[in-house]
């Protein structure tokens, strides 16, 4: 069945070091790769996506890759600083319906 | 933060009740899709609704039910609790555009305790 693994699921970091999270899936129809950051108590929120007609996606500090070959997809957050600490987790989507399959989560501690 | 509005913010029922939640989407966007968070989990796809019609489920048994009226708000209705429905219930609006995959914006979720 559909399912996105995400690794690792605790990462922790020095600030100003950069922290890479990777998410592999396993349905071929997927298109769309969003990656959202949730503080605790809070609603997930956007904070890059990508589509499978781009390899790469850059908003400032932060990067996704996408290999499709491979079926996996990167965040890339440098210079990193404290407010970075969240849970962070990727997605896959495709298809009529528009429902994301979510990777389980990256808790990232950002030490000042 | 986003457009996306949900009511309550916090709810306590016992096993066996019924219990519905309410998500008003961003303005122009016309899909709701209902999500649930376990604690220290990635949010699991309910369903989703379009143009009031379901337009998708997921893996949920059919006490997990739900409306879109025509203002496109939504709700998600559970029947007959169970403890394990204790979670984070978050719904996302997005302007589905032709079956092409678009950004889900979330509301703040519903927090549901089953006791």
């Known amino acids: 069945g559909e399912n996105v693994e995400q690794h690792p699921s605790t990462l922790s970091v020095q600030e100003g070091d950069s922290a890479v999270i990777k998410c592999t899936y396993s349905?071929?129809?997927?298109?769309?790769f969003p990656w959202y950051k949730q503080e605790l108590g809070k609603r997930p929120q956007l904070i890059i996506d990508?589509?499978?007609?781009?390899g790469e996606k850059k908003d400032q500090r932060i990067a996704v890759t996408l290999n499709k070959t491979a079926k996996h997809f990167s965040l890339h957050i440098t210079e990193t600083q404290p407010e970075d600490s969240a849970v962070y987790f990727c997605?896959?989507?495709?298809?009529?319906?528009?429902?994301?399959?979510f990777g389980t989560g990256t808790l990232l501690a950002v030490q000042p | 933060e986003t457009g996306v509005t949900q009511s309550p913010t916090h709810l306590i029922k016992t096993r066996g009740q019924q219990v519905t939640l309410r998500c008003s989407s961003q303005?122009?966007?016309?899909?709701v899709s209902w999500y649930q968070q376990a604690l220290g989990q990635g949010p699991q796809f309910i369903f989703q609704?379009?143009?009031?019609?379901?337009?998708g489920r997921g893996n949920f048994p059919p006490r997990f039910s739900g409306l879109q009226f025509p203002n496109y708000s939504s709700e998600l209705n559970v029947n007959a609790l169970e403890l394990d429905d204790s979670a984070l219930y978050l719904c996302?609006?997005?302007?589905?555009?032709?079956?092409?995959?678009?950004?889900?914006?979330f509301g703040p979720g519903t927090r549901l305790l089953v006791l």
């Open positions: 990508i589509r499978s007609n781009v």
């Open positions: 996302a609006s997005s302007p589905l555009a032709g079956g092409s995959q678009e950004t889900q914006y």
């Open positions: 609704y379009y143009r009031e019609e379901e337009n």
């Open positions: 349905d071929s129809a997927s298109n769309y």
């Open positions: 997605a896959g989507g495709g298809g009529a319906t528009n429902k994301l399959i």
């Open positions: 303005s122009g966007h016309n899909t």
